[in-house]
């Protein structure tokens, strides 16, 4: 009898079985398990709902909470493929009473992957939108955050830190907290982008304080690592050995690259100031992760304190092009309208 016969024979009697489809039950099961993740692990969400899975039983309201915590999971771990991905779903949508509910999360998480994408200008238009369709105080915040975050990439720093003021006002007369961590340690980034350490310092240790009392791992890896740089510019050992055991660990448990790595950087200058010798083999490891750090202004001021010191040349990451930009993002989303948004002032915004 030949292989190929007793082969089929074989799938005759043990036939393969079709990979079960969860019911709706159990897919609604998945989605509260990724928005529980959310917020102490996202790698576990995304790795919960990144799954090439049939979403038709889940309600119209269930399929956007999905496709949203996916992207919020994706923004924490840099994943941008996923964004987009997640992002082109939604917008397939877009003719659903959902979409028009969930708009200015949608509009916000669009503005996000432009951004990171290097689409400023596009970007900030898309937080503009957003911000003129809100109305929810804790929603404002982050998006004015968000173009605050734009503004600092176009260079234009004082535009930045007055949007900053104008959130960190909102969060006092309203008294909402979550995002003052966030606000404060933005603040932080750019003074030190200003060379202005010690109020940088002061930014991310009042950043690090709020990000602790609310136990948001993620903020305290962001505001702890700059404090960490904040301590080595100053020359700072004791403050950097003290704090970087704790941040080291959570940084370990946030599988994001770009931050590990600029750990990484930072630990290596940290070890040098100790009498440990930076060998070729590290030496290699730190041009490998400079690449991975996605900030280009970040690289810039690793580049800029610690680079001679490690006695290595490191390239910047080169700016993405703003041409040939698909009109998926733009163009089909009607609710906004693209030219008047292009003149829009924040001041006038009542």
């Known amino acids: 009898m030949s292989k190929v016969t007793l082969l089929f024979i074989v799938l005759l009697v043990f036939p393969v079985q079709a990979k079960e489809q969860p019911s709706k039950t159990q897919l609604s ?20 709902l990144a799954t090439d899975i049939n979403l038709a039983p889940l309600s119209e309201a269930e399929f956007f909470r999905w496709h949203i915590t996916l992207i919020r999971a994706s923004i924490s771990l840099n994943r941008l493929s996923v964004m987009e991905h997640s992002i082109k779903k939604l917008i397939a949508h877009k003719s659903t009473t959902e979409f028009d509910r969930r708009l200015v999360s ?8 432009l951004r990171k994408s290097g689409y400023l200008e596009q970007a900030k238009i898309t937080f503009y939108c957003a911000l003129v369709h809100n109305k929810i105080d804790k929603l404002r915040i982050k998006l004015l955050v968000s173009i605050a975050i734009v503004f600092r990439h176009l260079d234009q720093t004082d535009s930045a830190i007055k949007i900053y003021n104008m959130a960190k006002n ?5 008294k909402l907290t979550t995002s003052l961590g966030t606000i404060e ?20 240790r009042a950043a690090l304080a709020i990000y602790q009392s609310n136990s948001n791992r993620s903020g305290n890896v962001v505001s702890g690592i700059n404090l960490l740089q904040a301590f080595l510019i100053q020359n700072q050992q004791i403050n950097y050995q003290r704090l970087h055991p704790s941040i080291a660990r959570l940084t370990k448990a946030f599988p994001n690259k770009s931050r590990q790595s600029t750990l990484f950087w930072l630990n290596t200058v940290y070890q040098l100031r100790q009498g440990v010798k930076v ?4 030496k290699l490891q730190l041009i490998e992760k400079f690449a991975l750090i ?7 001021s690793l580049k800029k304190h610690f680079s001679d010191e490690l006695n290595i040349d490191v390239n910047l990451v080169s700016k993405t092009s703003q041409r040939n930009l698909p009109p998926l993002w733009l163009n089909e989303i009607t609710q ?11 001041e006038n915004l009542k």
């Open 29 to 48: 099961s998945i989605l509260k398990e990724a928005e529980d993740y959310l917020s102490v692990k996202p790698s576990k969400t995304l790795t919960l």
């Open 279 to 282: 060998s070729n083999e590290v």
């Open 170 to 174: 909102i969060v006092q007369d309203k």
């Open 294 to 300: 996605s900030d280009r202004k970040l690289q810039f």
């Open 336 to 346: 906004c309208d693209w030219d008047k948004l292009a003149t829009f002032k924040i």
């Open 185 to 204: 340690n933005n603040l932080g980034v750019l003074a030190l982008e200003s060379n202005d350490v010690v109020k940088a310092e002061h930014h991310f």
């Open 106 to 113: 949608i509009l916000s998480s669009i503005g996000i992957w």
